[in-house]
C-alpha cells in the first residue's frame, strides 16, 4: 500500500495540478457552495457536504465527484497506479490549495476551516 501511495504521489507531482477542483471551479453552484463553507475537499481527493445536504446540492457534489473519479482513474491507469492512491494524492493537493475561509476534513474526519496557516493533512502527503 505505501508504495502504492507513494507512486500516486510521484505520478501527480509529475503530472503538476488537480485537473478535477479546476473543472469543478468553473460552476458558479460550486463555488458558491464553495465560498458558504457547505463543501469541503477531503482527504481521498472527493468532494464532501458540510453538514445537511439538500437535493441540489447532493446533486452537485455527486456530479463533482464522478467527474474527479473518471479523472483519477484514468490517471491512476497511465501511471501504474491505484485509483486510491491516485485519488489520496489529489486530496492532498486539493487540501492543500484551499484559501483562509474554506472548508476541509482533517485526517480526524472534522472538517476544518482553513485559516492562514497550513491545513492539517494526512500524515502520507507531500
Do not use: F, H
Amino acid at each position: 500500500m505505501r508504495n502504492s501511495v507513494l507512486a500516486g504521489l510521484a505520478a501527480l507531482g509529475a503530472m503538476g495540478l488537480v485537473a478535477a477542483p479546476a473543472l469543478a471551479q468553473r460552476d458558479p453552484a460550486y463555488a458558491a457552495a464553495r465560498e458558504a463553507g457547505k463543501v469541503g475537499e477531503q482527504p481521498d481527493g472527493y468532494l464532501g457536504i458540510v453538514g445537511d445536504a439538500n437535493p441540489a446540492l447532493q446533486r452537485l457534489v455527486d456530479d463533482i465527484n464522478i467527474k474527479r473519479r473518471s479523472i483519477y482513474a484514468e490517471k491512476a491507469k497511465e501511471k501504474k497506479t491505484t485509483l486510491e492512491a491516485y485519488s489520496l494524492t489529489a486530496g492532498c493537493e486539493a487540501i492543500a490549495r484551499t484559501v483562509a475561509g474554506e472548508k476541509y476534513r482533517a485526517p480526524d474526519g472534522s472538517w476544518q476551516t482553513r485559516t492562514a496557516e497550513p491545513p492539517v493533512r494526512d500524515v502520507r502527503c507531500p
